[in-house]
């Protein structure tokens, strides 16, 4: 019978030959500041999309996050977060999570409250203040979003500079009007007319706004929420999945269209 060699972790060999052991309680430190967010703090997940941790070995979870690293292994919120992670962290962080008792399937932690309130207040009416600065389509949803940008955020964009203190961004979500044959009627600029809205997305910063979050998400002040179509706020959403994806944007004032933000401010629509 062929055996396959285990392939060990770089992280845990250079540890090895440095004589250095993981350090578990340096290790917790770090799950409850930054990890708890989904993995809860014992390594027993916050969602059922999320897999507890608590009692994985070591190994196992050194690999998946040097995975999330490199690259190899994907996904959004893991491949913001690890490459922040020394080798130390990811073995302290392991070792942790590894001396943790197996949680069962249906398990669940609750977010902490820092990861789930935020500052940003339903939208006002966007026809005051604020410029549609952008329309974009969504065909394999059959919908369209109109991009807001208030004042502040519009200065600063018509001068490239980053968005301060007091820049808004909010993001209305409308279904896409259907012909007859259930294909989006399109406008004369070619972007899909809306019909029924369907909810408001909103970024907003402050002074202070970001001091309770953990440096590896925080976004300097930005804070994020969604609001229902009648502008009530959404109170089942942990918004760590927003930092995080907005985190690699940080040059671009973590937006995602900060450039169409400038076009629009520069060609006078401020």
Same mark, same amino acid.
């Given at each position: 019978?062929?055996? =396959?060699?285990?392939?060990?972790?770089?992280? !845990?060999?250079?540890?090895?030959?440095?004589?250095?052991?993981?350090?578990?309680?340096?290790?917790?430190?770090?799950?409850?500041?930054? /990890?708890?967010? /989904?993995?809860?703090? %014992?390594?027993?997940?916050?969602?059922?999309?999320?897999?507890?941790?608590?009692?994985?070995?070591?190994?196992?979870?050194? &690999?998946? !996050?040097?995975? =999330?690293?490199?690259?190899?292994?994907?996904? #959004?919120?893991?491949?913001?977060? +690890?490459?922040?992670?020394?080798?130390?962290?990811?073995? @302290?962080?392991?070792?942790? =999570? +590894?001396?943790?008792?197996?949680?069962?399937? #249906?398990?669940?932690?609750?977010?902490?409250?820092?990861?789930?309130?935020?500052?940003?207040?339903?939208?006002?009416?966007?026809?005051?203040?604020?410029? &549609?600065?952008?329309?974009?389509?969504?065909?394999?949803?059959?919908?369209?979003?109109?991009?807001?940008?208030? +004042?502040?955020?519009?200065?600063?964009?018509?001068?490239?500079?980053?968005?301060?203190?007091?820049?808004?961004?909010?993001?209305?979500?409308?279904?896409?009007?259907?012909?007859?044959?259930?294909?989006?009627?399109?406008?004369? #600029?070619?972007?899909?007319?809306? #019909?029924? !809205?369907?909810?408001?997305?909103?970024?907003? &910063?402050?002074?202070?706004?970001?001091?309770?979050?953990? +440096?590896?998400? &925080?976004?300097?002040?930005? %804070?994020?929420?969604? =609001?229902?179509?009648?502008?009530?706020?959404?109170? @089942?959403? %942990?918004?760590?999945? /927003? !930092?995080? /994806?907005?985190?690699?944007?940080?040059?671009?004032?973590?937006?995602?269209?900060?450039?169409?933000?400038?076009?629009?401010?520069?060609?006078?629509?401020?």
């Amino acid at each position: 019978m062929k055996l =396959f060699p285990m392939v060990a972790s770089a992280v !845990l060999v250079a540890a090895a030959a440095q004589g250095a052991q993981p350090d578990p309680a340096a290790g917790k430190l770090l799950a409850a500041e930054v /990890c708890v967010a /989904c993995h809860g703090a %014992n390594g027993v997940s916050v969602s059922a999309d999320i897999p507890h941790l608590a009692g994985q070995r070591a190994a196992y979870l050194v &690999r998946q !996050l040097e995975a =999330f690293k490199a690259g190899t292994r994907k996904n #959004d919120l893991m491949g913001a977060i +690890a490459p922040q992670l020394s080798a130390t962290q990811m073995a @302290d962080v392991a070792a942790y =999570f +590894a001396s943790q008792t197996g949680a069962a399937v #249906d398990a669940k932690s609750t977010v902490p409250a820092r990861f789930v309130a935020s500052h940003v207040t339903p939208p006002p009416d966007l026809g005051a203040g604020f410029v &549609r600065y952008l329309t974009r389509n969504f065909p394999e949803q059959n919908s369209v979003s109109y991009y807001y940008a208030n +004042a502040v955020a519009m200065a600063a964009a018509a001068r490239a500079e980053p968005l301060p203190d007091g820049a808004q961004i909010y993001v209305e979500n409308y279904s896409a009007r259907l012909d007859a044959a259930g294909k989006p009627v399109t406008g004369a #600029d070619g972007s899909f007319v809306g #019909d029924q !809205l369907r909810s408001y997305t909103g970024m907003a &910063r402050a002074a202070g706004w970001g001091e309770l979050l953990p +440096a590896m998400v &925080r976004n300097e002040n930005w %804070n994020y929420a969604v =609001f229902k179509a009648d502008r009530s706020v959404r109170t @089942d959403l %942990n918004y760590t999945e /927003c !930092l995080v /994806c907005h985190k690699p944007q940080a040059s671009r004032s973590f937006l995602f269209m900060y450039d169409k933000l400038v076009d629009a401010a520069r060609a006078g629509r401020h």
